[in-house]
């Protein structure tokens, strides 16, 4: 085998952490085929599997392009939350919302939504908050898995009036997203707009404002004139 899949590192990486009990499923065979993991012999003639040298090398790397994918993702999360708190808005990271989804049966499906950047307009009034969603991107897969889930991305637009795909450059062309999204490309020095997203009106529900107020939105920048005030 020339390059693990997703499946196998995952699997090297639970046999790292376990005692090494076999599954003798084909992924293990094919382990064992390219060397990852070997057997040893245990008294009472049972086996166990322990990840050799080679197999190791490949969890370390994989833990540094996963560092490597999160700190990508995290600068441009940044990036994004402090242009909205440039453009005047009041901007939240981390948040857990609940969106309810009206289902053919006349029932609702309530889903757990996590965007990346959730923000309001700084206003007392509201009708006038606009609520906005922008969910980041750096790797294609990670794109493409996000739009097999259709209920996941019905709940973001559910929560707000506009709601953004901000995509890392060269990850995706803006027609890829859906035209109920706006796209944003994020380059190495600034953001550029693709498409600007759909807008509609849209308030904050109550279980929103209870999530709100349990979190800590971003402090001002410090270079934001309005800081001080």
Not at 60 to 78: G, I, K
Not at 151 to 162: D, N
Not at 181 to 190: F, P, Q, R
Request: glycine share 6%; proline share 7%.
């Amino acid at each position: 085998m020339s390059a693990p899949t997703r499946f196998h590192l995952q699997r090297l990486r639970q046999l790292w952490r376990s005692a090494g009990w076999p599954s003798q499923d084909l992924v293990e065979v094919e382990l064992l085929a390219a060397g990852w993991v070997e057997r040893l012999a245990e008294p009472g003639g049972r086996e166990r599997l322990r990840v050799t040298d080679a197999g190791v090398a490949l969890i370390a790397e994989s833990l540094t392009r996963n560092r490597a994918a999160r700190d990508a993702h995290e600068l441009l999360v940044e990036r994004v939350a402090t242009e909205m708190q440039r453009a005047g808005r009041i901007a939240w990271r981390g948040l857990t919302l609940r969106a309810g989804l009206p289902q053919d049966d006349g029932k609702t499906q309530w889903v757990k939504a996590m965007p990346d950047v959730y923000s309001i307009r700084h206003s007392t009034v509201e009708d006038y908050l606009e609520p906005a969603i922008h969910e980041i991107k750096v790797s294609r897969a990670d794109l493409l898995g996000e739009l097999r889930r259709p209920a996941k991305s019905a709940a973001y637009r559910a929560l707000c009036g506009q709601c953004w795909f901000v995509i890392k450059a060269g990850i995706a062309e803006a027609q890829e997203i859906p035209p109920e999204y706006g796209v944003l490309i994020g380059h190495s020095t600034h953001l550029e707009l693709a498409r600007p997203a759909p807008k509609r009106a849209c308030k904050p529900d109550f279980a929103t404002w209870m999530a709100l107020a349990r979190a800590t939105p971003l402090p001002p920048q410090d270079d934001d004139p309005q800081s001080p005030l």
